[in-house]
């Protein structure tokens, strides 16, 4: 005998699965967390203090 199913219930679940597929592509997009980003971008604003600091002026005698 056949397994019973609920039309409604099987059309929200492959909606689901749907939007499942679409948020984890949208997340390996866009990848990082705004605490990650900002900790990166910190690093890199340290780094170029860094070598700007360290530069030499170039005179001319």
């Known amino acids: 005998m056949a397994e ?3 039309l409604r219930m099987a059309r929200k679940a492959k909606a689901r699965a749907a939007g499942k597929l679409e948020a984890d592509a949208a997340r390996a997009r ?3 967390t ?3 980003r900002l900790a990166s971008e910190a690093e890199v ?3 170029d203090r860094l070598v700007d600091g360290a530069k030499r ?3 001319e005698d």
């Open 34 to 36: 705004k605490g990650e």
């Open 4 to 6: 019973i199913v609920n």
């Open 45 to 47: 604003a340290r780094i």
């Open 30 to 32: 866009h990848g990082r």
């Open 57 to 59: 002026e170039n005179r």
